[in-house]
């Protein structure tokens, strides 16, 4: 919801702000006493008016949707415990990730990682060309699960380690029309 409402507001404020300047200037055009900027009369409408009510209609449509979207948008945040009370601690995923993606580099036999995080889970893939999943797997999910219980949390996320090896592949065996 937070990238669709990313994406809507600029083309959105960007028209509302062409409407604006368009009335302005339409509004100076007449008092400077010429006839219509845009060739479009106002001076006859009134606010019973077909196009008047559906020009209405629209803009009340749009700025409901908009308004639905922006109080269905769900923060990124992750909470952390409150050191005092009324303070609010907060982290990101992308710092939550750091964290355990730093502690999971650092183990032996892992050649890269990459983490993936939110408030509810915790995602960890590990590539490694020295060991296997059997062997690396446990010990990774232990280390991740530490760094992450280390942080002051009132919810732990749950952990996943996958371990993508070279020995793994080897030792499976060959699926029809894979070639290795």
């Known amino acids: ?23 302005v200037a339409e509004v100076v055009w007449r008092w400077a006493g010429r006839g219509p900027l845009t060739g479009v009369s106002l001076a006859g409408w009134a606010w019973t ?31 952390l415990d409150e050191p ?3 303070v609010r601690v907060v982290t990101t995923p992308t710092s939550l990730a750091r964290v355990v993606g730093h502690r999971v580099r ?23 060309r020295v060991h296997d999943e059997a062997s690396l797997r446990p010990r990774l999910l232990e280390v991740a699960r530490s760094a992450v219980e280390e942080l002051p949390m009132p919810v732990r996320p749950k952990v996943s380690v996958v371990v993508l090896s070279p020995k793994d592949r080897a030792a499976r065996p060959l699926v029809p029309g894979e070639v290795r």
Request: charged letters at 15%; hydrophobic letters at 55%.
């Open 106 to 128: 650092a183990e032996e036999g892992v050649s890269g990682a990459s983490v993936t995080a939110s408030r509810r889970r915790v995602r960890v893939r590990v590539t490694s």
């Open 84 to 86: 005092a009370a009324g």
């Open 49 to 79: 008016d077909r196009p008047v009510a559906l020009v209405g209609a629209g803009v009340a449509a749009g700025g409901l949707v908009l308004l639905v979207l922006a109080l269905t948008a769900r923060s990124s945040e992750v909470p």
């Open 1 to 23: 919801m937070r990238v669709l409402l990313r994406v809507l507001s600029p083309p959105l404020g960007l028209a509302l702000a062409a409407a604006g300047l368009l009335l």
